[in-house]
């Protein structure tokens, strides 16, 4: 037998991944439309676009991959590209999240170290609480009024169903902390709430059964979100089960109606991820002072801190740091904020 010659051919190549250099770099998306997320729900998000009619739909939209799991809540400002038009079947995606300018958290108790988000970018947050049928709970308002400050929202309380008791009372309570205060019966005139959220994001916040979707079904009269009464132990039942910014009418066609978010009622406002400098540093007058108050101070005064610095004021500033040290009791303690 002759012996077989070999040549090329016989040399066997495995192939490769080809010559194709790989890139890390992300595309920039120029022609991307920004806007704020309204809605969430599911893994999808409703983005209203910047400059589109009122009764333009929200583009529906899913997270880019590149955001990973990275958290998109409603207020957030974002970057779109795609199918923007809103329409039945079609989806964007949100490829870019900017940064926000406030944040409003909560967390499930004090011990949970897992922060929630319940709204980004709000100017304000709307503290909605009844004087009677449910009772108020300062507790409550004082934990929310921590989350404001915390998150740099400026608070503002609303009491209703002042045609049931005299809100006065329950008002005074946070006048040394200069927290704005409108009061609205069930069928008084909404001006007042109105010259608050004109032109603003503002979060609503409350128990349920306050009355805080009839609040928003009469700033909003095409929000149609649900509402309920209060069951006979005088706890609200659950009747908005999703955060929703809505936009509010604009009558005299300004261009800047205002936004409000309707969030779920809620039993619990946990704060494990405040501490107490952080409360203080919302008021010009205190933070300072604070500064020369001993390593570790709690700032509650006597007998826990018998050197704290906040104990030298005076005057108005005096009796500010007394209504401070109630909140920062308050965030020591789940004591009556639990509904």
Same mark, same amino acid.
């Given at each position: 037998?002759? @012996?077989r010659?070999?040549?090329?051919?016989?040399?066997?190549?495995?192939?490769?991944r080809?010559?194709?250099?790989?890139?890390?770099?992300?595309?920039?998306?120029?022609?991307?439309?920004?806007?704020?997320?309204?809605?969430?729900?599911? &893994?999808?998000?409703? $983005?209203? =676009?910047?400059? #589109? *009619?009122?009764?333009?739909?929200?583009?529906?939209?899913?997270?880019?991959?590149e =955001?990973?799991?990275?958290?998109?809540?409603?207020?957030? @400002?974002?970057?779109? $590209?795609?199918?923007?038009?809103?329409?039945?079947?079609?989806?964007?995606?949100?490829?870019?999240?900017?940064?926000?300018?406030?944040? /409003?958290?909560?967390?499930?108790?004090d011990?949970?170290?897992?922060?929630?988000?319940?709204?980004a970018?709000?100017?304000?947050? !709307?503290?909605?609480? #009844?004087?009677?049928?449910?009772?108020?709970?300062?507790?409550?308002?004082?934990?929310?009024?921590?989350? #404001?400050?915390?998150?740099? !929202?400026?608070?503002?309380?609303?009491?209703?169903?002042?045609?049931?008791?005299?809100?006065?009372?329950? *008002?005074?309570?946070?006048?040394?902390?200069? $927290?704005?205060?409108?009061?609205?019966?069930?069928?008084?005139?909404?001006?007042?709430?109105?010259?608050?959220?004109?032109?603003?994001?503002t *979060?609503?916040? &409350?128990?349920?059964?306050?009355?805080?979707?009839? /609040?928003?079904n009469? !700033?909003?009269?095409?929000? %149609? @979100?649900?509402?309920?009464?209060?069951?006979?132990? +005088?706890?609200?039942?659950?009747?908005?089960?999703?955060?929703?910014? =809505?936009?509010?009418?604009?009558?005299?066609?300004?261009?800047?109606?205002?936004?409000?978010v309707?969030?779920?009622?809620?039993?619990?406002?946990? =704060?494990?991820?405040?501490?107490? %400098?952080?409360?203080?540093?919302?008021?010009?007058?205190?933070?300072?002072?604070?500064?020369?108050c001993?390593? +570790?101070?709690?700032? !509650?005064?006597?007998?826990? %801190?018998?050197?704290?610095?906040?104990?030298?004021?005076?005057?108005?500033?005096?009796? @500010? $740091?007394?209504a401070?040290?109630?909140?920062?009791?308050?965030?020591?303690?789940?004591?009556?904020?639990?509904?």
């Amino acid at each position: 037998m002759a @012996r077989r010659r070999y040549d090329e051919s016989d040399v066997k190549v495995r192939p490769g991944r080809g010559s194709r250099p790989r890139t890390k770099d992300r595309p920039t998306h120029r022609d991307a439309e920004t806007g704020m997320v309204v809605t969430k729900d599911r &893994g999808r998000w409703g $983005v209203v =676009l910047d400059g #589109a *009619a009122p009764d333009t739909p929200p583009a529906i939209c899913m997270r880019a991959r590149e =955001l990973g799991r990275t958290p998109v809540v409603v207020g957030d @400002r974002v970057a779109v $590209v795609g199918d923007t038009s809103g329409r039945d079947g079609t989806l964007a995606r949100i490829v870019r999240l900017e940064e926000r300018r406030t944040v /409003l958290r909560r967390t499930a108790d004090d011990t949970d170290p897992y922060e929630r988000i319940v709204v980004a970018n709000a100017d304000q947050l !709307l503290i909605v609480t #009844a004087v009677a049928d449910p009772p108020p709970r300062s507790g409550f308002v004082e934990r929310a009024l921590i989350a #404001a400050y915390a998150g740099g !929202l400026t608070p503002v309380l609303c009491l209703t169903k002042s045609d049931l008791a005299d809100p006065s009372d329950f *008002a005074s309570e946070f006048t040394d902390l200069d $927290v704005k205060v409108i009061v609205c019966g069930r069928d008084d005139p909404l001006d007042p709430v109105e010259e608050v959220v004109r032109g603003h994001l503002t *979060a609503l916040i &409350g128990h349920s059964g306050v009355g805080k979707s009839t /609040l928003v079904n009469r !700033l909003v009269p095409d929000a %149609d @979100r649900a509402t309920g009464a209060v069951s006979g132990v +005088g706890k609200g039942r659950h009747t908005s089960t999703q955060s929703v910014v =809505l936009r509010l009418p604009d009558p005299s066609d300004t261009g800047k109606p205002g936004w409000i978010v309707d969030t779920p009622g809620i039993r619990s406002f946990g =704060l494990a991820h405040v501490d107490p %400098d952080t409360v203080i540093d919302a008021f010009e007058d205190l933070r300072d002072v604070i500064a020369d108050c001993p390593r +570790g101070c709690s700032h !509650l005064g006597p007998p826990s %801190d018998p050197e704290c610095a906040l104990d030298r004021l005076t005057g108005a500033s005096a009796r @500010r $740091v007394t209504a401070v040290r109630t909140l920062l009791g308050a965030l020591r303690t789940n004591n009556d904020w639990e509904l």
